[in-house]
């Protein structure tokens, strides 16, 4: 049998392991009791008798013993009930919705947050879907126009895939804010989760799109969908890679604006909330305080199986106290 098998064995009455301390006072009886069956013969000296061989029936008569020892020890080892056991979960879970709708647009390349915004937005979001295990998530990228990077799925890994994949200059350069809120909502309209939430990032203001914020908002508002919105960038100025005419990038010093009057209407009016991420550790903050916001309830019921196997120890208990009274009452039976 295999050994991983004794491995993963229970005991449902380990106390009855305690008889096989009877075994040393079986040892006992069986050599007391086979002293009553010896004769005594009184001689002036053994010398003359150590010469003869001894009976084949008095070597293997301990046999006996040995027969009745391994019954007894499998017959407890049976009584103590040994069991395999087989776990399985049934996940009960009020899933929310969520879309990631981020913003690729140019000034997303702005170094105030390391090593730059975008590639601290992608990091941050990895770790915010690695905490959502039971979520679906997808992922909407906007600039001038927006488009469905990833639908909304179970499959955090090919999520994860696609995330990875974002980078600046993948859409025509802009901010349409309204289209990608607007993107976002018609991803989560047709969703039957208790919860349809969208966590919109951007580093600008609206300046292009065929779909106005204020409409984009009222859509979400029709479909009781939440908004968290967040602006990415810290305040004042920051360093943005610029192109030289020489064909060199040099850094740059760019006023950053965010529209946060907007966001913060759009947040307030879906129920959600605004932050400002003007750092990595901001920015790692603000979703780990959405994701405490946006708790999922999960339920998850426990089955227990038991497979007994006690039946062998029963079976090697029984044939050894066949075989221990057969060899008895035949090859070791002893003379009237």
Not at 57 to 86: D, E, G, M
Not at 229 to 239: N, R, S
Not at 283 to 301: A, F, G, M, P
Request: glycine share 6%; net charge positive; proline share 4%.
């Amino acid at each position: 049998m295999n050994p991983e098998f004794w491995k993963n064995i229970e005991f449902a009455y380990p106390a009855f392991f305690w008889l096989l301390l009877l075994i040393p006072g079986m040892i006992w009886w069986y050599v007391s009791a086979g002293r009553k069956y010896q004769g005594s013969v009184q001689v002036s000296s053994l010398q003359g008798l150590k010469g003869l061989p001894v009976s084949w029936k008095v070597r293997f008569r301990p046999l006996l013993l040995v027969l009745r020892i391994i019954a007894y020890a499998a017959l407890v080892a049976a009584l103590a009930r040994p069991q395999t056991s087989n776990t399985s979960e049934n996940i009960d879970s009020e899933g929310i919705d969520i879309v990631l709708c981020i913003d690729i647009s140019g000034s997303m390349l702005a170094e105030d947050l390391q090593p730059n915004r975008m590639e601290a937005v992608k990091k941050t979001a990895m770790d915010f879907v690695d905490s959502r295990i039971s979520d679906r998530i997808g992922l909407v990228i906007f600039s001038g126009e927006s488009f469905t990077q990833c639908p909304i799925t179970m499959d955090h890994g090919v999520l994860k895939q696609q995330l990875m994949q974002v980078r600046s200059g993948l859409l025509q350069d802009g901010t349409a804010i309204g289209m990608g809120l607007a993107t976002s909502v018609d991803r989560l309209h047709n969703s039957k989760a208790k919860s349809k939430v969208i966590i919109l990032l951007t580093d600008g203001v609206n300046n292009t799109g065929l779909v106005d914020p204020l409409t984009a908002l009222e859509i979400a508002k029709a479909y009781k969908v939440k908004v968290y919105t967040v602006g990415a960038g810290t305040t004042g100025k920051a360093p943005f890679p610029t192109p030289m005419p020489d064909g060199t990038v040099r850094m740059q010093m760019t006023d950053v604006e965010i529209d946060e009057a907007l966001l913060k209407k759009i947040a307030v009016e879906t129920g959600g909330r605004y932050f400002r991420a003007t750092d990595n550790t901001s920015l790692q903050n603000i979703y780990h305080e959405i994701d405490k916001l946006e708790r999922t309830k999960v339920e998850i019921t426990s089955y227990r199986r038991f497979q007994e196997h006690f039946f062998p120890l029963a079976m090697i208990a029984l044939a050894c106290i066949l075989l221990e009274v057969v060899l008895r009452y035949t090859l070791f039976r002893r003379l009237p």
